[in-house]
């Protein structure tokens, strides 16, 4: 019996991950990691880190992403609400470099969202509040910390909250093109 599932996304690396439900009048289990399991599934990152976050709706946190040497993989879940998750491929050899791609996770789908190193990650409250869970492959070093602008007009990302609570940080990082001038 498969205990997950590994979804494929439009862009090479990210993975939408479906864990087994097993449910019954008590409530219900899920395997949420199997290191052995996610090798299979083609996630082979060691995670040194578990990060949680809360949020009330329209909160939008991101694009954020770790420089090299201490570029990180995420491993996503959101255990209390929704969000709106967002991947961008940052990989300048990369065919797709510059695209996204998302996916809705939440309390109810019990979906999980595999970002790998070399992506900036963002997320939206679609909820009236969210409680993220992730793993990183990474320790989180200041210094190596950055990001791209949420609302970059060259990702065109349609964010589902109309006017998004922003940190001051996030509304002001850089667009795309200033990171990576061609």
């Known amino acids: 019996m498969d205990k997950f599932i590994f979804q494929k996304t439009n862009i090479?690396?990210?993975i939408i991950i479906e864990s087994k439900i097993l449910k019954d009048n008590r409530g219900f289990f899920t395997e949420t990691y199997n290191l052995k399991d996610f090798k299979e599934g083609g996630i082979s990152d060691k995670f040194v880190q578990d990060n949680c976050s809360f949020s009330r709706k329209n909160v939008l946190r991101g694009l954020h992403f770790q420089r090299a040497p201490y570029t990180m993989s995420k491993l996503v879940q959101c255990i209390s609400g929704e969000i709106f998750d967002v991947a961008v491929d940052l990989r300048p050899k990369s065919p797709s470099f510059g695209q996204w791609t998302s996916v809705v996770v939440s309390k109810k789908n019990k979906k999980m969202f595999y970002i790998p190193p070399g992506f900036a990650h963002g997320f939206c409250?679609?909820?009236?509040?969210?409680?993220v869970m992730y793993?990183?492959?990474?320790?989180?070093?200041?210094?190596?910390?950055a990001g791209i602008k949420w609302n970059d007009p060259r990702l065109s990302i349609p964010w589902p909250c109309k006017k998004p609570?922003?940190?001051t940080k996030d509304e002001n990082?850089?667009?795309l093109t200033k990171l990576f001038p061609k």
Not at 125 to 131: F, I, N
Not at 135 to 145: E, F, L
């Open 125 to 131: 409250v679609t909820s009236e509040s969210a409680r």
């Open 12 to 14: 090479a690396g990210p």
């Open 165 to 167: 609570v922003v940190s």
């Open 173 to 175: 990082l850089p667009l």
């Open 135 to 145: 793993k990183v492959s990474q320790y989180y070093y200041p210094k190596y910390d």
